[in-house]
């Protein structure tokens, strides 16, 4: 039947009265916003990049890198071991992707393998039992003993270094001084970048598009680079290029004595004398003693910064540099020592990352965007109603409002979820609001149909809203799971439609349904306390 | 309420039409067969017009600083550059130019050098609205995550259907959606309008409102084979599209306004979702009158499951069963 419990009737006008109070806020400036009491709701909703212009960028976390880094480690980490246990090793090197150890002795590859499995971690969830190793030792020839990296250790490590990377890049973007960037994984091996308001990505790209790995190294004290490529390269030493293609190539010990990891702050500064940019680091504590140890034992010979595998200078010790901090000079411009900087405040990535993907708006397009959603939204809106009243007389008024209610709560869940309005959005809000009336639609055309079959008004009313029901849910349900697939399955502007139309097809139902049937409800009571018989209006 | 003018709705139907759909069924479902298979073979030799989210590569949306750009002196400058193909064309105003640069080889960097390129050359005189550069291994993903979505929205809506209606309803819906799917996707193909990650969404969206078509109509073939235990299936059905018909058109005509308005005030940006989403609502309307239902025909419906339900008068307010509609015992 038609009614309405008290209790119901509240219900329904303190949702709308919600929902439009959710949706004010969008209608004042940020200014007026704050003289508001604050029991009143102050969120706005959040536009799409493509609305308020901005910059996307997906950036990939190469595995091979990160593997390359995990062999190094892992050799590193066997030698180490391996003279512990004061096995003699007499080759040590990565040979597809895979850590080949050569012993001295053949007779003790059982120690030597016992030693090394010790290597071994388990990576995966170990309450579950779904754990795996990350790593396989086994015995080669005679006398090797092979490390391999498995697939789900490498995965376990591009997991932590992409962890890793995003608070690394979380820290260059807000160095950048932008406002409320989003960083998020996506994938496996995927950060996502998204900045408001952002129009040139060309200082963005080059802040994140370096590692920045920074090490002090001893240079070899006798050998140059260009006697030892020439020649063999003495044990524990490798040639570094220079940072442009032509010289300053050095050869360096290829363990650094500090790595940048210990520096506790860098900041761009001009060097005294030649008034040339350069950056002043300081170390924390135990980078400071080592790097003071090296410096006192090392006095008139020179060493190396390496930053990205490439020398950036080779000055000379002059004096212990018992402080912990220094500077360094390179051919920076000012741009570029504030930019290094930066990255050395941040940390170093783990690996490097690649942009995969990069969509940027300007302002000026996404501000034309919402004048023509806005007009489009107007008309479309405007139609609709005229539309409706046209062709359902008193009814469609009712319809009308079911509609703005419809919009209202729409908006205001979406303000509430926290999700973006973007331009395929406002498509789907206005798409929503045809979906809307055609479960007005339904129900009118049916009370029309229970008339003419000669039902009594009251009857007719009432079979129109419960048939036409059925047939609502259904075809709402429908278009949902779609709109779910959109959702689980799509990115970018797939998914911004896809959120816009599932808020619309569920409160589509409210908003048409219940609330247009609230307001036959009303009417039908006021009819007949003046008149005995009466017409439907439809 | 009391001030509220009493009016009556002008219906405009004429609700005593009993158009004869069913007699034509034959010549209907030819009709579509022919156009899915036109579609299949466009699409097979002219293939689409990929954006650059499918393509790979960049493309940039420009505005010149003063009057209108001058596409010739851009065309000469870009070719240039020696990034191969460079695609240009005005997009909406005189003054603003849109500009697709082909995926560079070489890798994911490439793109970005390229970008680089092209806005440097640009500097000063024009400036840049809007840039996209999707890389290699995102295309390919894309172009592959577009196709699964479309598949699985429309296996997720033939599983409800199959779910609250018999098989035949859901054969019925599968058809008709793939219509529609194959025949947008074909006019796409044929005018080589770009096919790019909105065009899914909106391919997704007319599946979304051709099933709702196709949904009211077989509610209300469920509720019919309810209430006339013997008439015959090729009237039901055709008296079911009849009385469905004005809700169908009103409803249609609602969103085809909304859908123009969208069209013409919308902006350059969503112009082609806008175009893809009108087309799918006049061909998701058509086949929910023209396939779904008349295909219904075709396969025949178990009458038996109608069931224990007393013969039903026309004015029998009896509510359809909700779930699946043959958990009636014989």
Redesign the interface.
């Known amino acids: 039947m038609l009614h309405f419990s008290t209790w119901k009737q509240i219900a329904i006008i303190l949702t709308c009265a919600l929902g439009v109070l959710l949706v004010l806020p969008n209608f004042f400036s940020k200014e007026a916003l704050a003289r508001w009491p604050s029991w009143i709701p102050h969120s706005q909703l959040n536009l799409g990049l493509?609305l308020r212009g901005g910059a996307h960028l997906?950036l990939?976390m190469e595995a091979s890198e990160v593997r390359k880094d995990w062999l190094d480690t892992l050799r590193d980490d066997a030698r180490k071991r391996l003279r512990d246990a004061k096995i003699a090793v007499s080759g040590l090197g990565i040979a597809n992707n895979v850590v080949q150890v050569r012993l001295s002795k053949p007779e003790e590859t059982d120690a030597a393998l016992k030693e090394l499995r010790g290597l071994i971690q388990q990576t995966g969830n170990v309450i579950l039992g779904t754990s795996v190793t990350d790593l396989t030792v086994t015995k080669g020839d005679a006398g090797v003993i092979l490390i391999a990296p498995t697939e789900a250790g490498i995965q376990h490590r591009v997991t932590g270094a992409v962890s890793a990377a995003i608070e690394t890049v979380r820290r260059r973007v807000d160095a950048m001084g932008t406002t409320e960037p989003t960083i998020v994984r996506q994938g496996s091996s995927r950060i996502l970048v998204q900045v408001p308001g952002l129009?040139d990505?060309?200082q963005l790209?080059e802040l994140i598009g370096k590692t920045a790995k920074l090490s002090f190294h001893e240079v070899h004290p006798t050998v140059s680079a260009a006697e030892a490529q020439q020649g063999r390269v003495p044990a524990g030493y490798k040639v570094y290029p220079g940072e442009d293609q032509e010289g300053g190539a050095q050869l360096l010990r290829e363990t650094p004595v500090v790595r940048g990891d210990e520096l506790v702050d860098a900041q761009p500064a001009f060097d005294q004398r030649t008034n040339e940019p350069i950056i002043t680091f300081r170390f924390n504590n135990a980078g400071a003693r080592k790097f003071g140890n090296f410096t006192r034992d090392n006095v008139g010979r020179p060493f190396a910064i390496v930053l990205d595998d490439h020398v950036i200078s080779a000055p000379v010790i002059r004096d212990a540099i018992l402080g912990g901090s220094g500077q360094i000079s390179g051919s920076f411009t000012v741009e570029s020592a504030n930019q290094l900087a930066i990255q050395l405040r941040s940390g170093a990535l783990p690996a490097k990352l690649?942009?995969?993907?990069?969509?940027?708006?300007?302002p000026?397009?996404g501000a034309?965007?919402i004048e023509?959603?806005k007009?489009?939204?107007i008309?479309?809106g405007a139609?609709?109603i005229a539309?409706?009243?046209?062709?359902?007389?008193?009814?469609?008024?009712f319809a009308v409002v079911g509609l703005c209610v419809h919009g209202i709560l729409t908006v205001a869940l979406m303000t509430l979820a926290g999700s973006a309005l973007t331009?395929?959005g406002?498509?789907?809000l206005?798409?929503g609001?045809?979906?809307a009336?055609?479960a007005n639609?339904?129900i009118?055309?049916r009370i029309?149909?229970e008339i003419?079959?000669?039902?009594s008004p009251i009857?007719a009313i009432d079979?129109g809203f419960?048939?036409a029901f059925?047939?609502i849910a259904?075809?709402?349900?429908?278009?949902l799971?779609?709109?779910?697939?959109?959702f689980?399955?799509?990115?970018?502007?797939?998914r911004g439609?896809?959120v816009t139309?599932t808020i619309g097809i569920c409160t589509s139902i409210f908003a048409s349904v219940t609330v247009v049937r609230l307001l036959v409800f009303?009417?039908l009571?006021?009819?007949r306390k003046?008149r005995r018989t009466f017409?439907v209006?439809? | 309420?009391?001030f509220?003018?009493?009016?009556?709705?002008?219906?405009?139907f004429p609700?005593d039409l009993r158009l004869p759909f069913m007699r034509y069924k034959g010549l209907c479902l030819t009709l579509s067969i022919i156009g899915m298979a036109l579609a299949l073979l466009i699409v097979g030799v002219r293939g689409f017009n990929y954006g650059v989210d499918f393509k790979g590569g960049s493309m940039l949306?420009v505005?010149a600083n003063s009057g209108a750009a001058d596409i010739a002196a851009l065309r000469e400058k870009l070719g240039r550059l020696g990034l191969g193909a460079v695609q240009i064309q005005s997009f909406g105003s005189p003054s603003d130019v849109l500009i697709r640069v082909e995926q560079q080889p070489g890798g994911?960097?490439e793109?970005?050098v390229a970008?680089?390129k092209v806005t440097d050359a640009l500097q000063g005189q024009y400036?840049?609205?809007?840039?996209?550069?999707?890389?290699p291994?995102?295309s390919s993903e894309?172009r592959m995550?577009g196709f699964?979505?479309v598949a699985?929205?429309l296996l997720?809506?033939v599983?409800?259907?199959w779910f609250?209606f018999e098989w035949q309803f859901a054969l019925g819906a599968i058809v008709a959606l793939t219509h529609d799917v194959l025949l947008v996707a074909g006019i796409f193909a044929l005018f080589q309008f770009e096919f790019d990650?909105?065009i899914?969404?909106a391919l997704?969206?007319i599946?979304?409102?051709s099933?709702?078509d196709t949904?009211?109509v077989s509610?209300?073939i469920r509720?019919n084979l309810r209430k006339f235990k013997r008439m015959d299936l090729n009237e039901l059905l055709n008296l079911s599209i009849n009385?469905?018909l004005?809700?169908t058109i009103?409803?249609g005509?609602?969103?085809i306004?909304?859908?123009l308005?969208?069209y013409?005030?919308?902006?350059e940006?969503?112009r082609n979702?806008?175009l893809a989403?009108l087309l799918g609502v006049v061909i998701g309307t058509y086949s929910s009158i023209f396939i779904a239902a008349p295909l219904l025909g075709y396969l025949g419906v178990k009458r038996e499951w109608v069931g224990t339900a007393p013969q039903a008068t026309?004015?029998d307010?009896a509510?359809?069963p909700?779930g699946r509609a043959n958990l009636a015992t014989k």
């Open positions: 493509d997906l990939s129009q990505t060309a790209k690649t942009i995969v993907e990069e969509r940027t708006v300007g000026s397009l034309d965007s023509a959603g007009l489009a939204g008309v479309g139609a609709t539309l409706t009243i046209l062709a359902y007389g008193t009814f469609g008024i331009l395929p406002i498509a789907g206005v798409l609001i045809a979906m009336v055609d639609v339904l009118y055309e029309r149909e003419r079959s000669g039902k009857a079979a419960t048939r059925i047939t259904d075809s709402q349900l429908t278009t799971a779609c709109a779910l697939v959109m689980w399955l799509g990115s970018g502007p797939i439609f896809a139309l009303y009417w009571n006021s009819v003046t017409e209006p439809v | 309420m009391r509220l003018p009493n009016f009556k709705g002008y219906d405009f609700h949306e505005q994911e960097a793109q970005q970008l680089k400036i840049t609205r809007r840039t996209e550069v999707v890389g291994a995102v894309l995550t699964i979505a699985a929205g997720a809506i599983a409800y259907v609250r990650l909105s899914v969404a997704l969206t599946l979304g409102y099933v709702n949904v009211v509610d209300r509720e009385e469905t004005s809700r009103l409803t005509c609602t969103a306004v909304v859908l308005a969208l013409i005030f919308g902006g940006v969503i979702f806008n989403m026309k004015a307010a509510k359809p909700s």
